[in-house]
């Protein structure tokens, strides 16, 4: 997905995509599970990349990783991001019973995922295919279930949040759960789409993003 952000961003802004364990290039690692787990490993593998004036953007499982990232940041007195930047993921997590189970047979989970959207219709028509990421699938929403909303003081940073108004996973109500998460909130975004409506959405959601960056100095200020 980022490959196409490159190009669209300024130059003053450097891209850094982390690619989990148990993807391309990292196929023989195995995939977190837990979403403890992953943050303390990712925090530990970035803390050289985090001393610098850098921000989160996280779409679904990627916005749960940077927002407990950030707490955790918080609680350690790390240097925290200049923006938190969250799509498709509310601070309070979504229903279990909205996800695909991981547990689920191959064809129900299949099935699941295809209602859900996000992977494409050859990989889910292609058996074999299908398969060879079965386990990186199952272990991204085993994730995404072991996420347990643990409430605290409002972030002292700007966060902004956005989502498609037809996500039935983590629909609009939810996604304006960010609200309260800090003291300089700057507001839920609302797309076209689903849960995967950053595909469709991708030059006006890089364009507010890097808009938002550029405002972070002037508190509270609205971004539209």
Do not use: N
């Amino acid at each position: 997905m980022f490959r196409t952000w490159a190009a669209r961003l300024p130059d003053w802004i450097e891209l850094r995509a982390v690619r989990l364990p148990g993807r391309q290039g990292r196929h023989r690692e195995p995939a977190f599970t837990d979403a403890d787990t992953a943050v303390a490993a990712l925090l530990d593998g970035l803390a050289d990349d985090l001393t610098e004036d850098y921000a989160f953007f996280g779409h679904s499982m990627g916005a749960l990783l940077a927002y407990r990232m950030t707490r955790e940041l918080v609680r350690t007195g790390g240097p925290l991001p200049r923006l938190v930047a969250a799509a498709s993921w509310p601070p309070v997590g979504a229903a279990a019973t909205t996800m695909p189970d991981p547990a689920a047979g191959e064809e129900e989970f299949a099935e699941d995922v295809r209602r859900l959207g996000g992977v494409p219709d050859e990989i889910l028509a292609d058996p074999a295919v299908f398969r060879a990421v079965l386990p990186m699938l199952r272990a991204d929403f085993a994730l995404c279930r072991s996420y347990s909303y643990r409430p605290g003081p409002p972030l002292d940073l700007p966060v902004i949040a956005m989502g498609g108004e037809r996500d039935w996973v983590t629909p609009p109500d939810l996604m304006r759960t960010w609200a309260p998460e800090s003291t300089d909130f700057r507001g839920l975004h609302l797309y076209p789409g689903g849960h995967f409506f950053l595909r469709e959405e991708e030059p006006a959601l890089v364009d507010l993003v890097v808009r938002t960056i550029e405002s972070v100095d002037s508190p509270s200020s609205a971004v539209g």
